[in-house]
């Protein structure tokens, strides 16, 4: 192994296409993939935050059972960590856990201003962590 990528996955668009470029990378630099669902609530989910939290990580493990044979299928060795906190957060966590070569995550395109005004995981990410985060247009 040559080390690990780790990739933001969520099973829609832009985890997907992110999913796409993590095992196609993998594969030519024979990296470890660890897909990385965070899902800590959002604070304005008020007092069902426990049942939400709990809904999330059920949600975060049906996406392994969903990648599982894809990645298998590739010949990808892989893992999926699921971590209670935000996304940015909980990438940059677990990339200097893993000591990973770089960041994966999907974007969907929205304009750089509309990105930090709305917090967007791919600009957050930018200021978590000083290692190389790439981000991956989705088509959705």
């Known amino acids: 192994m040559s080390g690990t990528i780790v990739v933001g996955y969520d099973g829609r668009g832009g985890g997907e296409a992110a999913l796409e470029e993590g095992m196609r990378l993998a594969a030519d630099l024979g990296c470890r993939l660890v897909l990385v669902f965070a899902y800590e609530p959002p604070a ?9 939290r709990e809904k999330l990580k059920e949600m975060g493990a049906g996406l392994e059972v969903a990648a599982h044979d894809r990645l298998s299928a590739a010949e990808v060795e892989h893992e999926l960590v699921l971590i209670d906190a935000r996304p940015a ?4 966590q677990v990339a200097d856990e893993r000591d990973a070569r770089m960041i ?8 750089p201003l509309r990105g930090a005004l709305l917090g967007a ?3 957050k990410l930018l200021n978590e962590t000083d290692r190389p985060v790439l981000v991956v247009r989705s088509g959705s």
């Not at 957060?89 to 940059?92: F, S, T, V």
């Open 44 to 52: 304005r989910a008020g007092g069902e935050v426990a049942d939400l």
């Open 89 to 92: 957060n909980g990438l940059a």
């Open 104 to 111: 994966i995550v999907g974007g969907a395109g929205e304009a």
């Open 121 to 123: 995981t791919p600009h």
